[in-house]
């Protein structure tokens, strides 16, 4: 099994800036993609951004695009999610998650999910 453990969430003001950290542990070897996907009250949870483990490619939500960079630490087993021009509806409970495919942005292809770190940003 992997276990994750996101950091990092918080309050911050409209276009502020905000690090995320998400730490592997467990059977990390098994890991194909890390990704960041977040969840409001009463809606589903949605992608944000994946980064393949091995081998470098990574994706982004439209509605991230251009904000919000992924990168990771395969030494550390850990995965950042570095948020800038931060907006009011970037508020959410943000998530990371693995799973055995390369670049999926579907949640049901994610087998490990963290307990989830709150973003709160004020406008």
């Known amino acids: 099994q992997v276990q994750l453990v996101e950091s990092g969430g918080g309050l911050v003001q409209a276009g502020g800036s905000l690090r995320l950290s998400c730490a592997a542990s467990g059977r990390t070897f098994s890991i194909a993609t890390m990704a960041w996907f977040r969840q409001v009250p009463g809606q589903e949870r949605e992608f944000v951004a994946a980064?393949?483990?091995?081998?470098?490619?990574?994706y982004y939500a439209d509605s991230v695009k251009g904000r919000f960079t992924i990168s990771r630490d395969n030494a550390k087993n850990t995965v950042f999610l570095q948020m800038t021009s931060l907006k009011f509806e970037d508020t959410a409970v943000y998530y990371c998650a693995t799973t055995l495919r390369d670049g999926s942005r579907s949640r049901r292809d994610y087998t490990y999910w963290g307990q989830g770190t709150q973003v709160t940003v004020s406008s």
């Open positions: 980064s393949s483990w091995r081998y470098g490619p990574t």
